[in-house]
T-cell receptor, first 116, second 110 residues
Framework: AQSVTQLGSHVSVSEGALVLLRCNYSSSVPPYLFWYVQYPNQGLQLLLKYTSAATLVKGINGFEAEFKKSETSFHLTKPSAHMSDAAEYFCAVTFAGGTSYGKLTFGQGTILTVHP | DAGVTQSPTHLIKTRGQQVTLRCSPK?????VSWYQQALGQGPQFIFQ???????QRGNFPDRFSGHQFPNYSSELNVNALLLGDSALYLCASSQQETQYFGPGTRLLVL
């Protein structure tokens, strides 16, 4: 069964500091991986996705993530945090086929706090 | 181009009642998925509709049912509401593997 683990339910950084949000997945077949951001009382906004093309993917708002098959990881980074990045971030996985096709499995989320 | 839209935005029901939530997908998307997000949790997959049929279903009881219309819009129905059904219900539309989410409907069951 597919699963996603986000290490750290809360991450706090200073404005201008590096943001690193960790995501590990388990899968027996090649995955599709996603990062979504959720602001308070809103839906999920797609930040970026990995769908078996380039392993380093760039998304919106300066975020990027690297797919590392050997480590089963898809960590999200941003070189310099901005106050507007404060939100909850979710990593999610799905697959191209099989019984889990079309079903997104989410991690528990990481709340990012940015201090001035 | 309008994104995914959901209605209503908020809803208050009492235990035992029934509720219907609605979703309109992005233009060009033919697949609609529904998720339940309890407070402080990640979204949980309820089911997915494609070509007016339920294609995938998560671990939710039969009280949760859905429908997709010929214009690809969708409804989520929940019968015999329980207090534990209080959550944010998210609809997502897609054409291939990437799902785009609506703003959600927040349901409170009293």
């Amino acid at each position: 069964a597919q699963s996603v683990t986000q290490l750290g339910s809360h991450v706090s950084v200073s404005e201008g500091a590096l943001v690193l949000l960790r995501c590990n997945y388990s899968s027996s077949v090649p995955p599709y991986l996603f990062w979504y951001v959720q602001y308070p009382n809103q839906g999920l906004q797609l930040l970026l996705k990995y769908t078996s093309a380039a392993t380093l993917v760039k998304g919106i708002n300066g975020f990027e993530a690297e797919f590392k098959k050997s480590e089963t990881s898809f960590h999200l980074t941003k070189p310099s945090a901005h106050m507007s990045d404060a939100a909850e971030y979710f990593c999610a996985v799905t697959f191209a086929g099989g019984t889990s096709y079309g079903k997104l499995t989410f991690g528990q989320g990481t709340i990012l706090t940015v201090h001035p | 181009d309008a994104g995914v839209t959901q209605s209503p935005t908020h809803l208050i029901k009492t235990r035992g009642q029934q509720v219907t939530l609605r979703c309109s997908p992005k233009s060009g998307h033919d697949t609609v998925s529904w998720y339940q997000q309890a407070l402080g949790q990640g979204p949980q997959f309820i089911f997915q509709y494609y070509e007016e049929e339920e294609r995938q279903r998560g671990n939710f009881p039969d009280r949760f049912s859905g429908h997709q219309f010929p214009n690809y819009s969708s409804e989520l129905n929940v019968n015999a509401l329980l207090l534990g059904d209080s959550a944010l219900y998210l609809c997502a539309s897609s054409q291939q593997e990437t799902q785009y989410f609506g703003p959600g409907t927040r349901l409170l069951v009293l």
